[in-house]
């Protein structure tokens, strides 16, 4: 009798197990976003897709997890997945794009932690080129400056640019934000572009009273220099000013804390990436986005691309400040 009991309850047990297992077998029955099968989406969900994007893991706890993870049904998993989570978890969106009730056997591909250049992009031409030219100095850029990036510490050493290079390959502001390593005859520092050169010839800077102590003699009010783009002494994402104003009608952006210079954007509207236009004012504009939290897609001076999500645009009519908002990616290096 009692090995009888004992033979049910292991007979009962096994089938409830199996029957727990089978609802993330089964196509169609995972949970979307719920990718460690407890069934719930969750922080412990964000935390498993953020430890595979950084590269920190393989793979995920259960057999539907991929299928799980990718949250807005566009067969990867990427920042855009991430992205999608944390809007959800904060409570910004209600439910995700991809739908529980729709799971297709159609593979996801794997990301990688480091973003390489699409096929379809190369290089800028002659970007790490070494520049010669002439340099002075001045005490302004730490505010109000051409490229819109206050506020500026003021020990932070910067420059401004002369109008050929700030404004290269035909893009407005295209070396905004970008840092270069400078020598001069007593040695070599980095500085931080902040600011237009009106008057300065190609290759011109000018340079910020602590920089150009470094390279030479202030009392010669001008100095011959050489300098070259470098990446940025930084550390996490990449971040974006949403200019004063902005909507889903009108939008502004700008990208700031980013490795390397950033001379396009897009942004997917019905299906289709559309180009950003770079102002002279340091920001990219679009009109008539489509979503409250739309997808971009930002190209450096390398030609490296990345894909993102913006959370958290006002809906049209309901404009306000400037505010930043902290990315998901970062260039590599």
Request: charged share 20%.
């Amino acid at each position: 009798m009692r090995f009888k009991r004992i033979f049910c309850c292991v007979v009962i047990s096994s089938f409830v197990l199996l029957s727990f297992l089978n609802v993330f077998s089964k196509e169609g029955q995972a949970i979307v976003g719920d990718v460690n099968g407890d069934g719930e989406v969750n922080s412990v969900d964000y935390a498993h897709i953020r430890l595979y994007l950084l590269g920190m893991s393989d793979d995920f706890p259960i057999t539907d997890a991929f299928w799980a993870a990718d949250v807005n049904g566009d067969n990867e998993i990427d920042s855009l997945d991430f992205g999608y989570m944390r809007s959800f978890l904060l409570g910004i969106t209600k439910e995700f794009p991809k739908s529980n009730s729709i799971q297709t056997s159609t593979p996801v591909s794997t990301p990688t932690s480091t973003p390489t250049p699409i096929s379809s992009v190369s290089p800028y031409p002659d970007w790490d080129k070494e520049r010669s030219s002439y340099a002075t100095f001045t005490g302004s850029g730490y505010s109000g400056g051409s490229a819109l990036l206050d506020p500026i510490p003021l020990d932070m050493e910067i420059t401004a640019l002369n109008p050929e290079d700030y404004n290269c390959y035909g893009i407005q502001a295209a070396l905004a934000g970008a840092y270069l390593e400078v020598t001069g005859e007593k040695g070599t520092t980095i500085v931080y572009v902040t600011d237009l050169y009106p008057e300065g010839a190609a290759g011109a800077l000018d340079l910020c009273p602590t920089s150009f102590g470094k390279l030479d003699d202030m009392e010669k009010g001008k100095i011959d220099i050489s300098w070259r783009i470098v990446a940025a002494p930084i550390t996490g994402n990449v971040s974006y000013r949403i200019k004063e104003g902005s909507t889903t009608s009108w939008l502004a952006v700008q990208v700031r804390n980013h490795r390397y210079p950033v001379l396009k954007m897009e942004c997917y509207i019905n299906n289709t990436w559309v180009d950003m236009k770079k102002m002279h004012w340091n920001h990219f504009v679009i009109e008539n986005v489509d979503s409250t939290t739309p997808k971009i897609r930002i190209t450096d001076i390398r030609g490296y691309v990345l894909n993102d999500t913006i959370d958290g645009i006002p809906e049209s009519g309901d404009t306000g400040p400037a505010y930043i908002l902290e990315g998901n990616v970062q260039f590599p290096e």
